[in-house]
């Protein structure tokens, strides 16, 4: 399969737009943007590969970093260090970046700062407030971070990032004699916190702007398509292609897969191609209650199961006597609250869960949970002999 990348530019442009040069209705942007979908489906590929040099070509500085890159790492340590590698590449003499920055006075080598780069964010040091207002008032120009899978952030571990992240906003956008502005994008995989890091009183960023991250459309896949096609290999129609890609979640990836499972299809039939599609889709959730049991074993399955019937805001009722018995009874000996903690944090650790506030839990992707209670439902009813329920129905 070919590695090309899809492009948009007609979303990155819209979006550069949108930051830099906002309207006078939407100036909003400038408080903190929020942008989510679930896993997978390229925001990440679109992020670094179009937005990132849309956004550096007009002249801004911008600042990438991804949450999940080292989720044992502090959210703001990640941070930290993505800044100061920034820095430092524009202290080189030269950098080509700085070419492209509108108005910058530029030394022999490059910028200069008042603070020792290693200093950032240490006590006593200088704070990511400061730097980022003295980069913004050396280089004459935006700066860009954007933090990806910024609902890393969304608990306890990631307070101090996001305090950190409004002072520094406040200190730029807050200051009429400042040469640019400070612009913060998180991108992330659960809509609902990305939500609540938006609206939420007792969130830094209480007034940032949601919106959901564009997925690909009928144009990605009529374009996989025709890459496909002069390799001479098997495809559905373009109506079944689609259909199948929707079925994926809208996941480039399990579309490549999709269409490498066809091959082997008897017939090479549109519904043989749908039928890999929904097993697709089933695998994905299965895939993650497999990884529950490797972390957990079966006290695994049973914690990662009890959050994704639970409800869409989160499941709380993980440690408590009613908990315990549901455990032991399923596994037919006593279980401790103790062991339910051990296991809890082995699977937030490893990304399936998300802890997102005081003994309240979610799964980590929407769409495995939402493929999961789809299927438990569609398994109930015949069952019971009734109707399989509509996609979403039951969820």
């Known amino acids: 399969m070919s590695v090309l990348l899809f492009p948009r530019p007609d979303y990155a442009d819209a979006l550069a737009d949108q930051l830099l040069a906002p309207s006078g209705l939407h100036t909003s942007v400038r408080s903190g943007v929020f942008l989510s979908n679930i896993r997978r489906v390229g925001k990440s590929t679109f992020l670094r590969n179009e937005l990132v040099p849309e956004l550096r070509q007009r002249g801004a500085i911008v600042i ?8 044992n790492r502090a959210p703001l340590d990640l941070v930290l ?21 509108k108005g910058a006075s530029l030394g022999a080598a490059g910028l200069s700062f008042s603070f020792q780069l290693d200093t950032l964010g240490l006590p006593g040091g ?18 860009v971070l954007i933090v990806d899978e910024v609902q890393q952030a969304a608990g306890t571990a990631g307070t101090a990032l996001m305090a950190a992240l409004k002072a520094a906003r406040d200190a730029v956008n807050g200051d009429p004699g400042a040469r640019g502005h400070f612009l913060f994008i998180g991108t992330g995989s659960h809509r609902s916190l990305m939500n609540d890091m938006a609206t939420k009183p007792s969130h830094p960023f209480k007034g940032a702007v949601t919106a959901p991250f564009e997925p690909l459309q009928q144009d990605y896949v009529a374009w996989k398509l025709d890459q496909l096609a002069a390799d ?28 490498g499972q066809f091959q082997a299809a008897p017939q090479g039939s549109d519904a043989e191609f749908e039928l890999i599609c929904a097993t697709l889709a089933y695998a994905a959730a299965d895939i993650e209650f497999a990884r529950a049991g490797e972390i ?20 709380r009722e993980l440690y408590g006597q009613a908990a315990l018995a549901d455990y032991g009874a399923a596994l037919g000996l006593p279980v401790e609250v103790k062991q339910v903690q051990t296991t809890v944090d082995g699977l937030v650790a490893a990304n399936l869960i998300a802890r997102i506030g005081h003994g309240r839990f979610i799964i980590s992707d929407p769409y495995v949970r939402s493929i999961w209670r789809q299927r438990k439902a569609t398994t109930a009813a015949l069952r019971a002999g009734r109707p399989v329920p509509a996609h979403g129905d039951g969820l």
């Open 126 to 143: 200088v704070t990511l407030a400061q730097a980022i207002h003295e980069l913004v008032q050396k280089a004459e120009t935006d700066v």
């Open 296 to 315: 957990g074993g079966e006290l695994g399955e049973l914690v990662f199961t009890r959050i994704a019937d639970g409800p869409e805001e989160g499941t």
């Open 81 to 101: 260090e993505a800044v100061r590698a920034q820095l430092r590449t524009l202290q080189g003499a030269g950098h080509g970046l700085l070419k492209r920055v």
């Open 232 to 259: 001479g290999v098997r495809l559905p129609s373009p109506e079944a292609a689609w259909r199948g890609f929707q079925a994926l979640g809208h996941r480039p990836e399990e579309l490549e897969r999709a269409l």
């Open 64 to 71: 990438y970093v991804d949450l999940w890159a080292d989720v």
